[in-house]
């Protein structure tokens, strides 16, 4: 039985039968039409529901969207549901495409438990987007449980900052990003009132470039540790300092069993400057940590196969944007980011990617606190080790309905 059979199953024969005995409670529209319909709002799960009361003592919410996306690239590129850059055509290819989607939709189911004895609170999130096919199959994005300080299942990695997206309609986001869901266990512990640490030992694996006489083994989990600052009107403004110590293990043609280690740091925030206006930024650095990159993750980009073992690969990633809301119906999104890798200085081939690039720009119109649509120009471009490129221009106009 295939996976997308499955949660539909599930779907049918546990959920919807629950939602038929119990009582729904419809959300109602906000006053402040774009601040409450942001991607950074979406993302974090900061939007309202349908609650079903009394499940067995659980009360369950359903939330999602709906967003349909209409697409033309002017260049050639192999991801033509999202800007990126890694898969653009080098030599760049002047062969135009079009493309109707409608994979970003998607719904979650949310339980809430009683607090237990010391009042720790209780949480559960089983979240599923249409991106498993380009049929819009359901392909599980969060599935996770919160017990007072801890976290247990996929969800965003401890090492990323899951507090500052971009305004965009684009599903990818910047190239540089570092944007990926781990399976985890996660404490978090606030300190005072405006600031929180985190540790999270995370979903074990490396992203390698070996030969098919080696094997990628997983040995030991990944460690990160993050500190956030929150500060400014409402603590709405904040910045964070995350690490990450990345172990890779595999086995050698020899059958020896060896780990490698990467790691790197990620610096970022998302700051207020003023009533309708926010700035965003990241900037991260270290070595054997594109399995957690937005772009080129699942591109065997951690490390790659020498005479005496695994070479890690250095990486910098950053972007910047800045959101700004012209009226509370009327906002506009620009930025750009960079990812750079030092594959000239190893023996990798010509074709591996030595920097990608991403810009975009967009307005925004937001009818409601449930619907907007949004037109969207973005930019793209590959560079390969040996300098050869390719660069898309792509134009986008999405339409989106929150429930």
Not at 126 to 135: H, P, T
Not at 191 to 210: C, R, T, W, Y
Not at 237 to 252: A, F, I, K, W
Request: net charge neutral; proline share 3%.
């Amino acid at each position: 039985m295939s996976t997308s059979t499955r949660y539909l199953r599930i779907l049918v024969y546990v959920i919807i039968p629950a939602f038929a005995c119990s009582q729904a409670v419809a959300q109602s529209d906000t006053i402040e039409n774009g601040k409450g319909l942001t991607r950074n709002m979406i993302e974090g799960g900061k939007y309202q529901g349908f609650l079903f009361t009394d499940v067995k003592g659980i009360r369950l919410q359903f939330s999602g969207y709906v967003q349909a996306d209409f697409i033309h690239d002017f260049m050639e590129i192999g991801n033509i549901h999202a800007m990126q850059p890694s898969t653009i055509t080098v030599p760049g290819v002047t062969a135009g495409n079009t493309a109707f989607s409608v994979r970003q939709s998607r719904f979650a189911f949310t339980a809430y438990g009683a607090p237990d004895y010391k009042g720790r609170a209780l949480k559960a999130v089983l979240e599923f987007d249409l991106w498993g096919s380009l049929n819009g199959s359901p392909r599980l994005r969060h599935a996770y449980i919160q017990h007072g300080k801890w976290t247990f299942g996929q969800y965003w990695s401890n090492f990323m900052d899951d507090d500052n997206w971009p305004n965009i309609m684009d599903y990818w986001g910047p190239n540089s990003y570092v944007w990926t869901r781990q399976i985890q266990l996660r404490f978090t512990q606030q300190v005072g009132a405006s600031m929180k640490f985190s540790a999270a030992a995370e979903q074990p694996g490396g992203d390698l470039s070996i030969p098919s006489t080696w094997k990628s083994r997983t040995n030991f989990p990944d460690v990160t540790l993050a500190f956030q600052k929150n500060f400014g009107e409402k603590n709405a403004s904040h910045v964070r300092l995350s690490g990450l110590m990345h172990p890779m293990d595999y086995q050698n043609a020899d059958k020896d069993n060896k780990t490698d280690i990467g790691g790197a740091f990620n610096f970022s925030g998302n700051i207020n400057i003023g009533k309708n206006d926010d700035v965003k930024f990241q900037f991260a650095y270290g070595s054997g940590y594109a399995k957690y990159s937005e772009d080129i993750s699942g591109q065997g980009y951690d490390a790659f196969a020498s005479d005496k073992g695994l070479k890690n690969i250095n990486m910098l990633a950053t972007w910047l944007y800045f959101d700004h809301f012209w009226t509370k119906s009327l906002g506009s999104t620009i930025g750009y980011g960079y990812l750079q890798l030092n594959t000239p200085d190893l023996a990798m081939p010509a074709t591996a990617i030595k920097t990608t690039h991403y810009a975009s720009y967009n307005m925004t119109y937001y009818f409601t606190g449930f619907f907007k649509i949004a037109g969207e120009v973005l930019y793209g471009k590959r560079e390969n080790r040996d300098n050869t490129s390719g660069e898309d221009v792509r134009a986008q106009f999405s339409a989106f309905f929150k429930f």
